[in-house]
């Protein structure tokens, strides 16, 4: 299992960003994806979820949407309206009978 996260960056308050996690090694469309984040001296938090077809999605933060692309094994975090607060470490997600994979992370730093 590979799970492997891009687009983070240095964005200005108020700003977007997308996220995408590249799965590989199981069969995606078969698992629920998650994105979770951490903050400096912080615990990993949960910031959406998304079901295996993508018919279900939980949110922790209203401005963010969580998306699927089963063809590709892509899943995508769209941040919009980002606040300093929101700067972290994004991660993907995905528990496969009962292990947690990770990948390496992505970090999203919101300044002006």
């Known amino acids: 299992v590979q799970l492997v996260e891009s687009g983070g960056g240095l964005v200005q308050p108020g700003g977007s960003l997308r996220l995408s996690c590249a799965a590989s090694?199981?069969?995606?469309?078969?698992?629920?994806m998650t994105w979770f984040r951490q903050a400096p001296g912080k615990e990993r938090e949960l910031v959406a979820a998304i079901s295996s077809a993508g018919g279900s999605t939980n949110y922790a933060e209203g401005r963010f949407t969580i998306s699927r692309d089963n063809a590709k094994n892509t899943v995508y975090l769209q941040m919009n309206s980002l606040k300093p607060e929101d700067t972290a470490v994004y991660y993907c997600?995905?528990?496969?009978?009962?292990?947690?994979?990770w990948g390496q992370g992505t970090q999203v730093t919101v300044s002006a």
């Open positions: 090694g199981f069969t995606f469309s078969r698992y629920g």
């Open positions: 997600n995905c528990r496969i009978n009962s292990i947690n994979y």
